[in-house]
């Protein structure tokens, strides 16, 4: 462990909401889901103000317009978020050479290499008041949350204590005192599947982590999450912030003799590589907070479709809803011959001997089948929330639309609240604003 508290964690609050309230100001203050907006889809990110009625990320979207209908349900513009996230780490860059962005909207940034006056707690303390405010200026207002600890650990779970807009700074040597009445859960790694095993076991807080032998953790929940779980419980974690991660995947895929042209098979089968993905990640104490999909066509074109979710998963009901939802936008009538789900964006700390395929213990069926209503070929032109450009108007985004209109308010960050005006869904005055520069596919790719 480091002596000095010079690992910083920082996390844009409610990131993909948030975003999407500066560039609509008819939504400041007011909830916001953003996600999947069809039957199907799921909650990536809601807003503070729709937490509040119990909304949270991969909750079906389903349930969150029953907790709120009132919210505004928008599809997410992940050109806009990838901006601000540059803008961001490259702040950070500017700060520290040592930066390991984990997401769009979070990164660890080693301050020991950092130029700062000293590392004592009153020094990383000013720094981190400091770099709150120079993130809500090149964000245009956007607020993070950021914790400084001895290590990657501390500092994750610092700063998720005073959300959102907080500092909290864990000086050396109290390390201990913070996690122990914390529940297991705080610890990466620790998801649903393995808090049952633990709390089976009576192994509910940190504390009572720490009272478990090594060999029996090991027994319990395998032997790499026992040795992690182990080290962690005790604040012992030297994991260095690498520049440089390689971005690791829990994948499954199947390759197909015969074109698969029936959208029901398809969705079953990536129901399925779902349930294998998720299965693999419980194994090794993973979640992941990006899900996609790999479809390979009849013509061998092959695409690649992913969401990222605002907080890690390891269920396999949420992995396969996501990627059949993915699914959905795509034409796949020509037929496909290959189709894969992976899970990525790891909630990190078991970085080792991952995935040798392993379909051993694959479980009999424990998720229900979805509902097979086959998805319909819906125009996605004016998905909610999304850029639009009128001629006369000017810039603003789409209210809604059915029944053969469109609804647009015009307003931008740079506006306050604007009008909202109707048009038929073909009106040639109308069109839907691209990105300057277009969305690089890679960004996207598993
Ligand atoms: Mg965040």
């Known amino acids: 462990m480091r002596s000095h508290a010079s690992v910083l964690h920082i996390d844009l609050d409610a990131f993909f909401a948030a975003v999407e309230q500066r560039d609509k100001p008819s939504l400041r203050g007011k909830p916001v889901v953003v996600g999947g907006v069809g039957g199907r889809g799921v909650v990536a990110t809601a807003s503070y103000e729709a937490r509040v009625f119990g909304v949270h990320s991969a909750m079906s979207t389903r349930e969150a317009r029953a907790r709120c209908p009132h919210a505004a349900y928008l599809s997410g513009r992940f050109h806009a978020y990838r901006e601000t996230s540059a803008a961001v780490m490259s702040l950070l860059r500017e700060v520290s050479p040592l930066v390991e962005p984990l997401s769009l909207d979070e990164a660890f940034v080693d301050l020991a290499a950092a130029d700062l006056p000293g590392h004592e707690v009153a020094d990383v303390t000013a720094f981190g008041h400091d770099l709150r405010r120079r993130v809500r200026e090149v964000t245009g207002g956007l607020t993070a949350s950021v914790g400084i600890g001895t290590s990657k650990f501390v500092a994750k779970v610092a700063s998720d204590l005073d959300k959102p807009d907080g500092l909290v700074v864990v000086p050396p040597g109290t390390e201990q005192e913070l996690l122990r009445p914390m529940r297991a859960t705080v610890i990466p790694g620790v998801g649903p599947a393995t808090a049952e095993r633990l709390r089976r076991a009576g192994v509910h807080t940190i504390a009572d982590l720490e009272a478990v032998s090594e060999d029996e953790l090991v027994r319990l929940v395998g032997r790499s999450l026992g040795h992690g779980l182990h080290a962690l419980c005790r604040a012992r974690d030297d994991r260095p912030v690498q520049a440089e991660r390689e971005t690791k995947s829990v994948s499954a895929e199947g390759t197909y003799e015969e074109d698969l042209t029936d959208r029901r098979l398809m969705e079953g089968l990536l129901s399925r590589q779902a349930r294998d993905v998720a299965e693999r990640l419980r194994k090794h104490g993973l979640s992941g907070r990006t899900v996609s999909i790999k479809v390979r066509l009849h013509d061998f074109t092959t695409l690649s479709r992913s969401t990222t979710l605002g907080s890690p998963t390891d269920e396999a009901a949420v992995v396969a809803r996501l990627a059949r ?83 647009v308010r015009f307003e931008t960050a740079e506006t306050g609240p604007g009008p909202v005006r109707s048009f038929a869904l073909d009106d040639p005055a109308l069109s839907l604003f691209r990105p300057p520069s277009p969305e690089a596919p890679a960004a996207d790719a598993p």
Not at 329 to 355: C, H, K, M, P
Not at 381 to 394: F, I, K, M, N, R
Request: no cysteine; glycine share 16%.
């Open 325 to 407: 939802g993915l699914l959905a936008d795509l034409d796949t009538t020509g037929g496909v011959r290959l189709l894969g789900v992976g899970v990525s964006g790891l909630a990190d700390w078991v970085q080792d001997e991952l995935f040798g395929p392993d379909d051993s213990e694959r479980e009999a069926d424990p998720e229900p089948e979805p509902a097979l209503d086959v998805p319909s070929t819906r125009h996605r032109a004016w998905a909610p929330g999304s850029d639009v450009v009128h001629t006369e108007l000017g810039p603003g985004w789409v209210w809604g639309s059915g029944r053969g209109v469109v609804t």
